[in-house]
């Protein structure tokens, strides 16, 4: 157990629709990455928040979105969901900005029909 | 643009034979590497990074890396695998001085048959 907590485990939705991921980092972590996982693109960065700023941004589409909250926890928003959304989503925290160890948590298996 | 390459992406082995995954990444600067384990229906875990210093470095249950900068690679090492080493294996590199995002290898299967 990383410390890295989300929720949800699995989500089922349809295409056209926006789901709402969310991440809890370790106690003490400022700083909170998504990543995407899929089979044809495998582990992508999509997006860093530290201490509530948005600090870098990689393949993240427009449709996507994320923010950090006051108590650190991020929530990463997709909608106009495609097909080719389906993936595992995941979060990792990592104290400070740069250059350190990053913690994943669980995932988020994401199946848009 | 910076890149992960590890060339092998199934590997299948015998219980005690020895292991090497490939990695190499395109960036002429310093840089923090990292192996990731996956296990099957896990999380990412840490096996083992590199910041600086010796390029020997020594991980959890059993695995190291070498960095060998000029050759740019990082590779994985294992004297003897178990059938519990079954995973999922990624190179990741975090340019040093840049934000703290990971690029990540396409990742290497590894099957070991007890």
């Known amino acids: 157990d990383s410390g890295v907590t989300q929720t949800p485990k699995h989500l089922i939705t349809a295409t056209g629709q926006r789901v709402t991921l969310r991440c809890s980092p370790r106690s003490g972590d400022l700083s909170v990455y998504w990543y995407q996982q899929s089979l044809d693109q495998g582990l992508q960065f999509l997006i860093q928040?530290?201490?509530?700023?948005?600090?870098a941004k990689g393949n993240i589409l427009e449709r996507f979105s994320a923010q950090q909250f006051p108590d650190l926890h991020s929530e990463l928003n997709l909608s106009s969901l495609e097909l080719g959304d389906s993936a595992l989503y995941f979060c990792?925290?990592?104290?400070?900005?740069?250059?350190?160890?990053?913690?994943f948590g669980p995932g988020t298996r994401l199946l848009v029909l | 643009a910076q890149s992960v390459s590890q060339h092998n992406h199934h590997v299948i082995l015998s219980e005690a034979a020895s292991l090497e995954l490939g990695c190499n990444y395109s960036y002429g600067g310093t840089v923090n590497l990292f192996w990731y384990v996956q296990y099957p229906g896990q999380h990412l875990q840490l096996l083992l990074k590199?910041?600086?210093?010796?390029?020997l470095v020594k991980g959890i249950k059993g695995f190291e890396a070498e960095f060998i900068k000029s050759k740019f690679s990082f590779n994985l090492r294992k004297p003897s695998v178990q059938w519990s080493d079954t995973a999922e294996y990624f190179c990741a590199v975090n340019p040093f001085g840049s934000q703290g995002n990971l690029i990540f290898g396409k990742g290497t299967k590894l099957s070991v048959k007890p």
């Open positions: 590199y910041f600086s210093g010796d390029p």
């Open positions: 990792a925290s990592s104290v400070l900005s740069t250059g350190e160890t990053q913690y």
């Open positions: 928040y530290y201490n509530g700023e948005e600090r």
